[in-house]
């Protein structure tokens, strides 16, 4: 449906003469990916406001985010089992996860968020086959998730540390340990070139 829906607009691109027949291909590709995002994303969003735990979710949203497009790491082989899995680590993260650390103390939390951090520092970046990264490419991404883990992690641990803000340091935490989790299964799965 999402495929059908990518093509539609691609056709519209090319009969309104916005873009040439012969880039047909890279624009649904570009749309499609485009559209699955926002679904999952929208979908999230609208979970967290029924969950009344939005401004947790933009925290977590904005870190995990902010790091995979980074990192890379673990990739389901079709948009619903990366929807569905999204919508279940997304939803266990809430109603699990968050209330599990918000009865731990801030020396835990912070053990968390540090390990997480040690294992997307250490490992970086991994070269998913649909990403392709050359050597000079790969490079620069393991710099760039390096210097963003550093400062996620920075940012949280101050604000736990000296602002009593522990309710969104769990939610960075969570991502960092998502993201990691996410970067060791790529890893186990051999999902790397």
């Known amino acids: 449906m999402v495929e059908r829906f990518s093509c539609r607009i691609t056709d519209a691109l090319v009969n309104r003469n916005y873009i ?8 649904e590709f570009h749309t499609l990916m485009f559209l699955e995002k926002m679904i999952t994303i929208v979908s ?35 948009f ?20 599990l650390l ?5 020396t835990v939390i912070l053990t968390m968020l540090f390990c997480a951090g040690a294992i997307i520092f250490f490992i970086g970046t991994v070269n998913h086959p649909n990403l392709g990264l050359e050597e000079s490419e790969l490079n620069i991404s393991k710099r760039l998730a390096r210097k963003i883990v550093l400062v996620i992690m920075g940012i949280s641990a101050a604000c736990m540390m000296f602002l009593e803000t522990k309710i969104y340091g769990i939610s960075v935490c969570i991502a960092l340990a998502f993201c990691a989790f996410g970067l060791i299964l790529s890893k186990l799965v051999k999902q790397e070139i």
């Open 102 to 106: 918000e009865r731990a103390t801030v």
């Open 44 to 78: 999230i969003l609208t979970f967290s406001l029924i969950m009344n735990v939005f401004l947790q979710t933009l925290v977590f949203g904005v870190s995990f985010l902010s790091l995979r497009k980074r990192t890379g790491g673990f990739h389901a082989n079709t």
């Open 20 to 27: 040439i027949n012969e880039q047909r291909a890279i624009y």
């Open 80 to 99: 619903l089992k990366c929807y569905m899995l999204s919508l279940i680590t997304y939803i266990a993260s809430i109603k699990i996860l968050h209330p």
